[in-house]
C-alpha cells in the first residue's frame, strides 16, 4: 500500500462548501494521495485560495462547451502518472479515514479486478424512500461482479459509479480508458468494456462516501432520458443486457418497505418518480425516433447536442 501511487480525480463546476468540506477530507486519509487533479469547468467560478490551502491540488480549467462526461475524465486520466486513479465527484464526501485505502485494498484482493467503487451513503437531507434506494443500490456486504454473473445479475452486473469509484491505471490504459464522447454513464460503458474482457469488477462497503440526491420527477426524467440515450450509442456494450428488471425489482421492494414501515401515504410519490424515471429512460433509448427539439426539452445535458 505505501508503494502504490494513487492519483484523486475530481471534476468540478461551481464549487461550494461540499467541494472545500471534500478537499479537507482527502488531505485526511489513512492513504497517502500523490496528486488531487480537479477538472475545473469555467475559470471565473474557481476559487485560487483553495490552491494554496492544499498543495496537493492541481486544477486544470476547461469551458463549458469543453466538458464531456468521458472526455473530461479521460483527459484527467492522460494527466495522471499514478499506477491508481480514483474518481470522484464533487458533492461525494468521505464518511471516515479509510475510504481511499479500503479502495485500494478490494483493487490488490485478486489481479483481475480493474476496478472498485464505494459504498453510498445517504445526507442527512436524504428523503425516507431515497434511503431505502441507497441501501438496495448500495448494500453492506461487499461482492465482485465477473462475466460469469451475467446471467444471474443482467445489467447490474456492469455497475459502477464515479461518484467514487478506484481504477488500475495499467488495465485502463490496455482497454482504452473511458469513452471520449458520451452524454452521461461513462463509468458502466467502462464497466461493461472490463466484464466483456474479462475483468472483474469489487463493490467495497467498507470504502464509504456520504452522497444522495432528492430528484425530482423532472429530474429523474432528464437524468434517466441522458440514461437511455448512453444506452443506445453503445449496443456493443448494452444490447441483449435487459435493465428495467432492475428497476421494477426496486420498485416493488421499496413499495414493500413502506409498507412494513407504515408509511403507504409514500407510495404514490414512488410510483410517479418510478413512471418518470421509466418514461425518461425509454424515450432516451429511442431518441433517434425524437425531434430535436423534443430531444433538447428531455435531456440535462443540452451542450451534449451541440455539434
Excluded at 485505502?101 to 480493474?114: D, P
Excluded at 441522458?226 to 428495467?244: R, Y
Aim: net charge positive.
Amino acid at each position: 500500500m505505501e508503494n502504490i501511487k494513487v492519483d484523486v480525480i475530481i471534476p468540478v463546476y461551481h464549487p461550494g462548501k461540499e467541494f472545500s468540506v471534500l478537499l479537507e477530507r482527502l488531505t485526511e486519509q489513512t492513504a497517502v494521495i500523490h496528486r488531487i487533479i480537479a477538472m475545473n469547468t469555467e475559470e471565473n467560478y474557481w476559487n485560487k485560495e483553495l490552491e494554496q490551502k492544499y498543495p496537493l491540488l492541481e486544477v486544470h480549467h476547461l469551458k463549458k462547451s469543453e466538458f464531456d462526461h468521458g472526455g473530461t475524465r479521460a483527459w484527467a486520466a492522460e494527466l495522471s502518472d499514478a499506477e491508481i486513479m480514483v474518481f470522484m465527484t464533487q458533492d461525494a464526501v468521505p464518511a471516515d479515514r479509510n475510504l481511499i485505502e479500503n479502495l485500494v485494498k478490494a483493487l490488490e484482493k485478486e489481479k483481475m479486478i480493474a476496478a472498485a467503487y464505494a459504498r453510498q451513503l445517504p445526507n442527512e437531507m436524504c428523503s425516507f424512500a431515497e434511503r431505502y434506494t441507497r441501501s438496495f443500490n448500495y448494500p453492506e456486504k461487499s461482492y465482485v461482479r465477473t462475466q460469469r454473473d451475467l446471467s444471474l445479475y443482467g445489467i447490474k452486473t456492469f455497475f459502477c459509479s464515479n461518484v467514487c469509484a478506484a481504477y488500475k491505471k495499467e488495465i485502463y490504459q490496455e482497454l482504452g480508458g473511458f469513452v471520449r464522447k458520451t452524454i452521461f454513464n461513462e463509468d458502466m460503458i467502462y464497466a461493461g468494456k472490463l466484464i466483456q474482457m474479462g475483468y472483474g469488477i469489487a463493490y467495497a462497503a467498507d470504502a464509504k462516501v456520504i452522497h444522495s440526491h432528492n430528484y425530482s420527477c423532472m429530474q429523474q426524467f432528464h437524468r434517466n432520458f441522458d440514461l437511455g440515450v448512453s444506452q443506445a450509442e453503445h449496443p456493443e456494450i448494452f444490447a441483449g443486457v435487459p435493465s428495467e428488471g432492475e428497476g421494477i425489482k426496486l420498485v416493488k421492494k421499496t413499495i414493500n418497505y413502506l409498507i412494513q414501515k407504515r408509511k403507504i401515504w409514500l407510495i404514490p410519490g414512488v410510483i410517479l418518480q418510478s413512471g418518470c424515471k421509466y418514461a425518461g429512460y425509454l424515450s432516451g433509448k429511442n431518441y433517434r425516433k425524437l425531434p430535436r427539439k423534443m430531444i433538447l426539452w428531455c435531456t440535462m445535458n443540452r451542450e451534449y447536442w451541440n455539434v
